[in-house]
């Protein structure tokens, strides 16, 4: 079964760069017609889509976010990644990586990570 | 691109039928049927319940459905369980490669 794992710092500052790792295991990221995507949770609020991957490469970002988000992969690792630079403490949120099959809904999660910003 | 509107609470008694909304446009739920539901318990990441309006992925109770008309999506559990008690998510693509979920719903069994 497909399990995903995010990891990365716990704690950034005010205008660096938030950077989060997703490991896949049990299929691999660059099969085809495959999504990988962010999704995050600020404390008590919903949820946010950050951004999307695609097996080949092609990313896809919430307008929101504008420019601030990068989202790359490394298929020898079995890994994507997120950036988020110039945060600040609205940033601070559990954020998740997940599988999108179809692009359209997410039905593997990992655990969550939790990202604060804070000098 | 703006949220999806949710009820902030919804409740009922064990047994019962409960229903969650979610209002989006024309935009977004009214123009395609890629609205999914995700169940959230509390510390716990996100399970997907509902995919394409109405479909069920396996394992998931029948019952939980999904349903729409217009730009309104809908969530019934029926037969509600104590761990039906959670929060929930609705999410529609928006096109233009857009994906935006609700406020969310915090659901309580009475």
């Known amino acids: 079964q497909l399990q995903l794992q995010e990891s990365g710092p716990g704690l950034v500052k005010p205008s660096e760069t938030l950077s989060l790792t997703c490991t896949v295991s049990?299929?691999?990221?660059?099969?085809?017609?495959?999504?990988w995507g962010w999704i995050r949770q600020p404390p008590g609020k919903g949820l946010e889509w950050i951004g999307t991957i695609s097996h080949s490469g092609t990313t896809y970002n919430n307008p929101s976010l504008k420019s601030r988000v990068t989202i790359s992969s490394d298929t020898s690792k079995s890994q994507f990644s997120l950036k988020l630079n110039s945060v600040t403490a609205a940033d601070t949120a559990v954020y998740y990586c997940a599988t999108q099959p179809q692009y359209y809904h997410f039905p593997y999660w990992g655990q969550g990570s939790l990202v604060t910003v804070s000098s | 691109q703006s949220a999806l509107t949710q009820p902030p609470s919804a409740s009922g008694s064990p047994g019962q039928s409960v229903t969650i909304s979610c209002t989006g446009t024309?935009?977004?739920?009214?123009?395609?049927?890629?609205v999914s539901w995700y169940q959230q318990h509390p510390g716990e990441a996100p399970k997907l319940m509902i995919y394409?309006?109405?479909k069920r992925p396996s394992g998931v109770p029948d019952r939980f459905s999904g349903s729409k008309s217009g730009n309104t999506a809908s969530l019934t559990v029926s037969g509600l369980q104590a761990e039906d008690e959670a929060d929930y998510y609705c999410?529609?693509?928006?096109?233009?490669?857009?994906?935006?979920f609700g406020g969310g719903t915090k659901l309580t069994v009475l």
């Open positions: 049990g299929g691999s990221i660059s099969s085809s017609s495959s999504y």
């Open positions: 999410n529609s693509y928006a096109g233009n490669n857009n994906l935006v």
């Open positions: 394409e309006v109405t």
């Open positions: 024309s935009s977004d739920v009214g123009s395609y049927n890629y």
